[in-house]
């Protein structure tokens, strides 16, 4: 089999689990040259293995993406081993579910700080190499909650809608640059080993909902843009129509969500709050995976979602209308 992006060189943060750890492996089936970056020594071991499966050139680096001096050692390093990057992915992603106020700030503090701040200083770090190379791809993980709000998760919506205007404006600066690429990745829910990691202060044991994705699905979409870049990617769900349900109905959509969280709070499986791996890396590999994910419901949850997306559309059509006939 051709290996269609053998010797391209790319940089993962977040490689240890969930979905950098999909795409590490991913990119190694087509033949990169990788660099892996995580706080978790086992879980980088363990991807950094399942890539070298594939013949593929791996080299791992223990980094805390909230270090700012971390960042710029990493990026010295891709520099010098391999001589500039091709597609730097910013993937590190934690959360912390419970009511805004029930929550520690220091955890809201953390949230943004891995989930926002860490990938603003990757991609300050590596705009000059792309620069100085006249081309580079940047692909920012962010998720369907860069355009839905997420009550029980305010930190976490935040630092999504953040990076959401944090690209548009990087892409606005690049423009006379053609062969520089801002991508952003946004999936729906996926069944990854992140729903433990989680900080929880929700009374209540998390859990997916139906119709999460695999990580390898969202892997797949990430490698794409290493073929063909673009702005935006939505994965799992009608993007465009999600983008206008939030748009013709912001507060009654999170409104609606939150009650829906005030009931799955008080008839969930019982929990203990915790900070979950907000502050300290897992101590043990957890791979791409969370297989939790129950097939039988995929198909039917996909057809809820499009039906949701669906209304959002028809509603937004409707009001512009409206207006327009008003003037």
Request: net charge positive.
């Amino acid at each position: 089999m051709t290996r269609s992006l053998a010797g391209r060189r790319v940089v993962i943060t977040g490689a240890s689990s969930g979905i950098g750890a999909a795409t590490a492996i991913a990119f190694a089936r087509e033949g990169a040259r990788l660099i892996l970056a995580a706080r978790g020594e086992a879980g980088l071991r363990d991807i950094a293995a399942h890539c070298q499966e594939f013949g593929a050139s791996v080299e791992t680096r223990i980094v805390d993406v909230t270090d700012a001096e971390a960042i710029g050692e990493l990026t010295r390093f891709a520099r010098e081993h391999m001589g500039g990057v091709d597609l730097w992915f910013s993937c590190v992603g934690v959360g912390v579910m419970g009511k805004y106020q029930d929550v520690p700030l220091a955890d809201h503090v953390q949230v943004l700080q891995a989930n926002l701040l860490s990938h603003m200083t990757e991609a300050h770090a590596v705009l000059p190499i792309f620069l100085e190379q006249g081309r580079g791809t940047w692909v920012n993980m962010i998720s369907i909650g860069g355009f839905v709000a997420t009550p029980y998760a305010a930190a976490y919506a935040a630092s999504k809608f953040g990076l959401r205007g944090f690209s548009e404006a990087l892409r606005g600066e690049l423009s006379k640059n053609p062969h520089i690429h801002i991508c952003d990745v946004y999936p729906t829910f996926v069944d990854t080993p992140a729903i433990g990691h989680a900080g929880n202060y929700t009374g209540a044991k998390l859990s997916y909902p139906p119709g999460a994705l695999p990580p390898e699905k969202v892997a797949q979409a990430v490698v794409k843009l290493a073929h063909r870049p673009r702005n935006s990617t939505f994965v799992g769900g009608p993007g465009i129509g999600m983008k206008l349900l939030q748009f013709a109905t912001p507060n009654a959509s999170a409104a609606m969500l939150n009650g829906f969280l005030d009931v799955w709070s008080r008839r969930a499986e019982r929990g203990e709050d915790t900070k979950g791996t907000l502050f300290d890396p897992p101590s043990d590999a957890s791979g791409p995976d969370a297989h939790t994910r129950r097939t039988d419901l995929r198909r039917k949850a996909a057809a809820g979602a499009g039906a949701l997306a669906a209304a959002g559309g028809l509603t937004a059509a409707a009001l512009l209308l409206r207006k327009r006939r008003g003037r």
